[in-house]
């Protein structure tokens, strides 16, 4: 998953999340690798005192990579196993919807996922600070059915609102099983994003 879309404006989203917007610029739009969004990060002091941030999509590669890397998949990488312990370092990443692709060559096909029952959804996802770039990935998981008929593979973990809280603070290995599939019957495709 390459594309997804953000159609809320920061207050909005912030209002939402109880988050605080601060000076964030956010209209809506969509968001693709190396595209600016907002994501809602933790105060880092122990409490949930939630902030909208403006980062990129995509964190820096690992030392051999050359691309920044915009999804997690493998959780007992060395690589993001010290960021995942570090509940700081987690962040609810806000959409709207996100396209997926099938088939191939000249038969591609795009396909919009939402919910009907939340228009305002949160990916769980990762930040970087204080390095060259401040981004997010998202993480991901094995399809649903719903996806995996379009798509099979992966698809980027969707939190439960009531699992925002749990994601942000929680321990590792009591936020570790928050990254599995979405339930395929509370979700919708169509063509084109819900408007």
Same mark, same amino acid.
């Given at each position: ?141 094995? /399809?649903?059915? +719903?996806? $995996?008929?379009? @798509?099979?593979?992966?698809?980027? !973990?969707?939190?439960?609102? &009531?699992?925002? /809280?749990?994601? +942000?603070? $929680?321990?590792? @290995?009591?936020?570790?099983?928050? !990254?599995?599939?979405?339930? &395929? ?11």
């Amino acid at each position: 998953m390459n594309l997804y879309r953000l159609d809320a404006p920061s207050r909005a989203i912030a209002a939402a999340f109880g988050a605080e917007a601060g000076e964030d610029p956010w209209a809506g739009d969509y968001v693709a690798p190396g595209r600016p969004a907002p994501v809602i990060v933790g105060d880092n002091r122990g409490k949930l005192g939630l902030f909208l941030r403006p980062k990129l999509w995509g964190v820096p590669p690992p030392p051999r990579g050359t691309q920044p890397v915009t999804h997690v998949r493998n959780l007992d990488s060395p690589f993001w196993i010290g960021t995942l312990r570090h509940p700081e370092l987690r962040c609810l990443i806000p959409a709207t919807s996100f396209a997926l692709w099938s088939g191939g060559g000249g038969t591609k096909r795009q396909h919009w996922f939402s919910l009907p029952a939340r228009p305002l959804f949160a990916f769980a996802g990762i930040h970087r600070q204080g390095e060259d770039w401040p981004g997010f990935a998202m993480l991901t998981t094995d /399809a649903n059915r +719903l996806v $995996a008929h379009h @798509r099979p593979g992966a698809m980027p !973990v969707i939190l439960h609102a &009531g699992d925002h /809280a749990r994601w +942000l603070t $929680a321990d590792w @290995r009591d936020a570790k099983p928050l !990254v599995a599939p979405y339930p &395929g019957q509370a979700m919708a495709v169509g063509d084109s994003p819900p408007v």
